[in-house]
T-cell receptor, first 115, second 111 residues
Framework: GAVVSQHPSRVICKSGTSVKIECRSL??????MFWYRQFPKQSLMLMAT?????????EQGVEKDKFLINHASLTLSTLTVTSAHPEDSSFYIC???????????FGQGTRLTVV | GNSVTQMEGPVTLSEEAFLTINCTYTATGYPSLFWYVQYPGEGLQLLLK?????DKGSNKGFEATYRKETTSFHLEKGSVQVSDSAVYFC??????????FGTGTSLTVIP
């Protein structure tokens, strides 16, 4: 199957700093990428959907100025958590879908800890 | 709205035991249903899926049947192996192609 690589897999940062998470589709062109977040003992929740070259569409309750999503190429999307706080500590995972396809492929996720 | 409720874990089984992980859903319309598996350090991988009522998805000895009358999609395997240790996510894909996930169930199989 198609491969989606997410980096880093774990990151610890200080409160107030920004963290960037990368999501790459390695062997296909991802016209659409999705970012999810999972808090302990809760479901994976969709944060935003991004189409290459367009602004991301954020789900209700997700602050777009805090979670900056860039999808500037067909193989790379980035999520930047700005001015991180301990409550942003979570598991973030991306998925990518090729144009015209319904199947989406997932990265391995990033465990963010803000101290 | 759409939501998925999944059996809480963690689940610990001995090798060759029978596995059931319960999953029920609420949805508008007729969603497709999925089971994803996440092995340690890897991304979510599609395990099996079913796109309409009474469909049975199967892969690697795992099975799940789309039951519209009970709004369920329980995952089963007759004889688990140590290599099946992973986190399993039940999910539905709604009309807008968005996925809705359960909380995930961690399975550990001991020799």
């Amino acid at each position: 199957g198609a491969v989606v690589s997410q980096h880093p897999s774990r990151v610890i940062c200080k409160s107030g700093t920004s963290v960037k998470i990368e999501c790459r589709s390695l062997d296909f062109q991802a016209t659409t990428m999705f970012w999810y977040r999972q808090f302990p003992k809760q479901s994976l929740m969709l944060m935003a959907t991004s189409n290459e070259g367009s602004k991301a569409t954020y789900e209700q309750g997700v602050e777009k100025d805090k979670f900056l999503i860039n999808h500037a190429s067909l193989t790379l999307s980035t999520l930047t958590v700005t001015s991180a706080h301990p409550e942003d500590s979570s598991f973030y995972i991306c998925s990518a879908r090729a144009g015209g396809q319904r199947e989406a492929f997932f990265g391995q996720g990033t465990r963010l800890t803000v101290v | 709205g759409n939501s998925v409720t999944q059996m809480e874990g963690p689940v610990t089984l001995s090798e060759e035991a029978f596995l059931t992980i319960n999953c029920t859903y609420t949805a508008t319309g007729y969603p497709s249903l999925f089971w994803y598996v996440q092995y340690p350090g890897e991304g979510l991988q599609l395990l099996l899926k079913a796109t309409k009522a009474d469909d049975k998805g199967s892969n690697k000895g795992f099975e799940a049947t789309y039951r519209k009358e009970t709004t369920s999609f329980h995952l089963e395997k007759g004889s688990v192996q140590v290599s099946d240790s992973a986190v399993y996510f039940c999910a539905l894909r709604g009309a807008g192609n968005q996925f809705y996930f359960g909380t995930g169930t961690s399975l550990t199989v001991i020799p």
